[in-house]
């Protein structure tokens, strides 16, 4: 099954009732799939086919506020171009989970800067490796997203053509027991009009007592993710069997290493090849796949650091004259500790560059020699 | 088509919740008044950015400026997937967000015939920010973006006909209304209530700030601007089928209309004389489409 096949999926397992896009390279077959899903009656559901990615984020918006899953998608220009109101998603709480099936600011192949690109529209930011990742994180995007805890749109990054248009074995779940593990999605009834009220939703005129209080809600739900989505992670593995690290990231042979490469999406794949053979090499080099930027897994970055001499970053994505956004985020998470490890930035996949097996194997080189040389000689390394 | 009412059939109940945030005269704020009295409560009240801030006793939900149509569909198939088709999704937007910016979504929401009542406040301009030019600013009209100067004469380009560009969309229904015609608004709100898809109402609201006159004089100019033809009160069925709702023996000249208002002081006699030779010869196709009950479109 391709990825986004696998995309698709996973919106009729959660029993999606309103979805929206409009096609985009590489996202269009998940917005072919659902009108085949919709025309066949796979489920009882409703595909809004719009006129551009703006409509199709408020189409979810509107559906979402009256209580509806719902389910969108896009890629690069289509993130960009709605952009405007996944902030009015983010800030109106609505549980709306989207595929950004990532594909470059610059050309057509994938990277990571249109996701990048979205971090202040307050969502929660997943980063996935392979097909059967994508159709397991769409439905705990779901449960994380509706938990009355959280309440926050979740975007779910997978990377364009390497993993949208590429068929690798997807285990499909049970429906029964994904009925019995995500139960229907709770309307807010306020928004109705059962009784007399005249409750404004999603509209920002100022004049609260404390103006700042919105942006302080949001940011502390946007953290309580990490909670959540971990207590997610294990019911997930006790109905289903499988399980991505401890949700926020994934490491992947990290005992008794020396340095871990940081990586995400298809290429942490790559990664983890890149890394079994070093060591067999002997080279005591691990992987952490990061799955969750937004929120950032601060404390375990915080505990392996203590274990750790150095950390080599790979960044898909680069905000140009402000750097790769990974790397800066580890390392001022990294600031307040005692011991900190060096940190080495590798540009990597840009514009869809290949990333291959050496390229790893070479990422892991320099950075074993920063350690060797207790100093990093060339923080900044373009593969 | 609407049917007609007396003035006794306007429901006494206010759905609207004084003060918002209207000016003294506001034409929309007695669009909103009007309209929400013969929506009744079982609607949820859409808006994007546009002034005034009317309240209304039934839920609000908002979007993005260009928006609205989208936000519209959205709440109206997730009523459809809760099992609530018995509440209406409404939109009550300005002439930016109808005309311009929110054209496209609304455009497309009408396309795609969703289920919908879109009420339009017309008062010609962007007010909330203060009155510069929109899609629906008529032609000669100063507005903050439109001067007056060597260079200009107020607007350049006509308005847009919005109504009949959304009847060219063959949806269910459009119509026109005016604040000085409240029977025949809220006979046409009535109406829209009883049939189902996209259906659109675009109401005249004059502005006296934006147009410039004495706020007690908001209904005169409303009621000059339909007597003179500049505003005609119509419904087009399906892009086809076309009524006529206010047909004087004679159009009052368009000065009555003009005159009063200081966005049109700086117009010459030419200027007016080509305003009456344009309203006219609109008006006579009008007359022809409902003598023959139909619109080419
Ligand atoms: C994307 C975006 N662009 C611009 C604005 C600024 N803005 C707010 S209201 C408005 C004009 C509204 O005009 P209209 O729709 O005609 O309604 P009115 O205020 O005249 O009732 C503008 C330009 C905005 N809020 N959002």
Request: hydrophobic share 40%; charged share 25%; proline share 6%.
């Amino acid at each position: 099954m391709v990825g986004n096949k696998a995309a698709a999926t996973a919106c009729k397992l959660a029993r999606v009732q309103v979805a929206s896009a409009f096609p985009i390279t590489p996202q269009t077959t998940i917005t072919q799939y659902l009108s085949e899903m919709h025309a066949n009656a796979e489920w009882d559901f409703d595909f809004v086919n719009v006129e551009g990615e703006l409509s199709s984020q408020v189409v979810v918006q509107g559906a979402s506020r009256i209580g509806a899953r719902t389910f969108t998608c896009t890629s690069g220009p289509g993130l960009l171009y709605m952009h405007h109101p996944m902030q009015t998603t983010g800030s109106g709480r609505l549980p709306v989970v989207m595929a950004v099936v990532h594909r470059s600011y610059k050309g057509m192949q994938p990277d990571h800067s249109d996701l990048m690109s979205q971090e202040w529209t307050g969502w929660g930011h997943w980063y996935v490796e392979h097909a059967q990742e994508v159709l397991d994180s769409i439905l705990m995007a779901y449960k994380v997203a509706e938990d009355p805890r959280i309440r926050i749109p979740i975007a779910v990054g997978y990377d364009g053509y390497v993993l949208s248009y590429t068929a690798e074995p997807v285990e499909i779940p049970d429906q029964a027991l994904v009925d019995e593990w995500l139960p229907p999605n709770k309307p807010i009834p306020e928004v109705l009009p059962d009784k007399v009220n005249k409750a404004t939703f999603g509209r920002g005129f100022g004049g609260e007592a404390d103006p700042q209080v919105p942006w302080k809600v949001h940011h502390d739900a946007i953290l309580k993710i990490e909670e959540v989505h971990q207590e997610v992670m294990d019911s997930f593995e006790k109905t289903f069997g499988r399980r991505y690290g401890n949700a926020m990231i994934e490491p992947y042979m990290m005992d008794d290493v020396d340095v871990a490469i940081i990586a995400m999406g298809t290429i942490a794949g790559t990664c983890k090849a890149a890394v079994e053979k070093m060591q067999k090499e002997g080279k005591k080099v691990g992987l952490i796949k990061l799955r969750s930027y937004i929120p950032f897994p601060v404390k375990d970055f915080q505990e392996w650091s203590k274990k750790l001499d150095a950390i080599a970053v790979v960044d898909r994505s680069i905000c140009p004259g402000k750097g790769g956004p990974v790397y800066q985020r580890l390392r001022e998470t990294l600031y307040d500790m005692k011991k900190r490890p060096l940190t080495l930035q590798f540009h990597a996949g840009l514009g869809g560059k290949e990333v291959r097996v050496r390229d790893f194997e070479l990422i892991g080189d320099k950075t074993l020699k920063a350690v060797k040389s207790k100093k990093v000689e060339e923080p900044v390394t373009w593969v | 088509m609407s049917e007609r009412i007396t003035r006794a059939q306007i429901p006494m109940e206010e759905m609207g919740i004084t003060p918002g945030s209207a000016c003294q005269g506001c034409g929309a704020a007695l669009a909103a008044r009007l309209a929400f009295k013969a929506l009744g409560p079982n609607v949820i009240r859409h808006g994007v950015p546009c002034c005034p801030d009317t309240v209304t006793k039934t839920p609000q939900i908002g979007t993005v400026f260009e928006g609205g149509g989208a936000l519209l569909t959205g709440t109206s198939r997730g009523l459809k997937a809760i099992g609530r088709e018995d509440v209406l999704a409404v939109g009550f937007f300005g002439d930016g967000g109808t005309y311009d910016i929110g054209f496209q979504g609304l455009s497309a929401a009408a396309e795609r015939n969703e289920n919908i009542l879109v009420i339009t406040k017309d008062n010609e301009a962007y007010m909330n920010t203060g009155n510069q030019r929109s899609g629906a600013t008529p032609k000669y009209a100063t507005t903050s973006t439109n001067p007056v100067g060597p260079k200009s004469r107020g607007k350049e380009q006509p308005k847009k006909n919005i109504p009949f560009i959304f009847a060219a969309h063959y949806v269910p229904y459009v119509a026109t209304a005016s604040v000085a015609f409240p029977e025949d608004l809220i006979a046409k709100v009535n109406y829209a209530k009883t049939i189902t898809g996209f259906r659109i109402i675009i109401i005249q609201s004059p502005c006296p700030v934006g147009w410039r006159f004495e706020p007690e004089k908001t209904i005169e100019i409303a009621r000059a601007g339909v007597q003179a033809g500049i505003w005609p009160l119509f419904e087009i069925q399906n892009g086809h089928d076309f009524k006529l709702n206010y047909k004087p023996k004679e159009l009052k000249p368009v000065t009555e209309y003009l005159k009063p208002q200081a966005r049109f002081r700086h117009m010459t006699e030419a200027e007016i004389a080509e305003v009456q030779e344009d309203t006219t010869s609109k008006w006579q196709s009008l007359i022809q489409s409902d003598e023959m009950g139909k619109v080419l479109i």
